[in-house]
């Protein structure tokens, strides 16, 4: 069977992959540990449901504006005005079916074919999954595990090609927690502009953040305003993964051109999902915090155990709820080559899932999510010292 070409151009995510493997093993009735999902393990927030049960009673069911209800607009703005200092109009935000669907509909509206689209390493699987899809260019520039895998202005510049169109960051980084100095994001934002490139920058772990360290936005430098592009989520602030709530915060002839392209192919975000969104920013905000500050908890529980673990390293998490644990010792030994072998391994022998860093663009480490209960913790870490130690 023939299939279109574009699709031979995207690979399976990775993270979906070990999700898939775990659940294959637990349907054996094997006890898994699974570290793979990039989930927040709370609940929904209650007064959040309750707005979804309050819009279907009230038959809030039906076609909204394309790009999402005009109250929901207007708080994201709003919000964001408040937290971090931006200046955003309503017509200047999109609403997505979540923030993946956001990060695709930037990358169809903006990039071309042939472009070149810049993605530190380590980054998130699908970033240079959708750069390939629309046929651009994925150039990687490799952070160093000694400098926290923060990205700088100097790296991009030397990164930086004539066919470059974009530049992708992601912080707080999703799989090493890394997370961009204010004034070094500064940075980069000013030289996208004076090269006049996009930066495309994914605020999805905005809200978690540690050791007193205050959430941050790029577009809060106002004056750079034309070449930054947002993208947003409230599936992991407020525990929201299911309801499929994204947005996208741009100048406005982008906002129009990522209408139209919703216009023939999602049409609204789910009506339902607006309103437990609009409830979401603007009732109450105890829930970000409870969150933040068991997450912590975890990040010191897990750093700790991992460090202790013979042949383990691990650089200290800034933000997001994932340890990013260097496991090269282990090569060479037990048949492991890369982390793809060490991952599949780990699950076969102790039963514990982590996704192989070469899913992020590293092929030494594993990515290790913490948002699950301490006891998983617990006995996760202890399977992964028995097996490292039995090498």
């Known amino acids: 069977m023939k299939l279109a070409t574009r699709i031979s151009r995207i690979s399976v995510s990775k993270t979906m992959a070990v999700m898939e493997a775990a659940i294959k093993l637990r349907e054996q009735g094997i006890d898994v540990v699974d570290f793979g999902p990039g989930e927040p393990d709370f609940p929904t927030p209650e007064n959040v449901k309750q707005a979804g049960v ?13 790009g999402g209800i005009k109250e929901l607009k207007k708080a994201i703005v709003d919000k964001h005005a408040r937290e971090f200092g931006s200046k955003y109009d309503v017509s200047e935000c999109v609403v997505n079916i979540g923030g993946k669907h956001a990060l695709f509909n930037i990358f169809a509206a903006v990039v071309d074919e042939g472009d070149d689209v810049i993605i530190p390493t380590p980054y998130w699987v699908t970033f240079a999954d959708i750069a390939r899809f629309v046929n651009s260019n994925p150039i990687f520039v490799h952070t160093k595990e000694s400098d926290g895998f923060r990205l700088t202005a100097d790296l991009l ?10 530049v992708v960051v992601n912080s707080p980084n999703n799989p090493s927690g890394a997370v961009l100095d204010d004034a070094e994001f500064g940075k980069i934002a000013k030289l996208c502009r004076d090269r ?6 994914d605020e ?5 953040l540690y050791d007193g360290r205050k959430p941050f936005s790029v577009a809060s430098y106002t004056d ?17 993964t299911g309801w499929r709530i994204g947005y996208v915060l741009a100048m406005p002839e982008i906002i129009s051109a990522i209408v139209k392209l919703q216009s023939h192919s999602t049409s609204n975000p789910t009506s339902i999902s607006q309103k437990a969104a609009l409830e ?11 969150m933040l500050a068991e997450y912590a908890r975890r990040r010191k529980f897990v750093v ?10 691990c650089a200290e998490p800034g933000g997001a709820f994932y340890a990013y644990p260097n496991i090269s010792a282990a090569f060479g030994h037990g048949g492991i080559k890369d982390s793809t072998d060490f991952s599949a391994k780990l699950l076969e022998k102790v039963h514990v899932a982590v996704t192989p860093g070469e899913a992020f663009g590293t092929n030494d480490h594993v990515r290790m999510s ?12 202890k399977r992964i010292h028995e097996f490292m130690t039995s090498l």
């Open 54 to 66: 309050r819009a279907i009673q009230a038959n809030f069911t039906k076609y909204t504006a394309i």
């Open 204 to 208: 999805c772990y905005s809200h978690f």
């Open 304 to 313: 700790d155990r991992l460090r202790a673990i013979p042949g383990v390293k």
């Open 280 to 290: 979401a920013l603007t009732g109450p905000q105890e829930s970000v915090g409870v």
């Open 157 to 166: 510049d030397r990164a930086i090609t004539p066919k470059t169109r974009a």
């Open 224 to 240: 750079l305003k034309s070449h930054i592009i947002i993208a947003g989520s409230l599936s992991k602030t407020y525990s929201m």
């Open 196 to 201: 006049d490139i996009y930066l495309f920058s």
């Open 370 to 381: 913490y948002a699950t209960s301490m006891e998983q913790l617990d006995k996760g870490l």
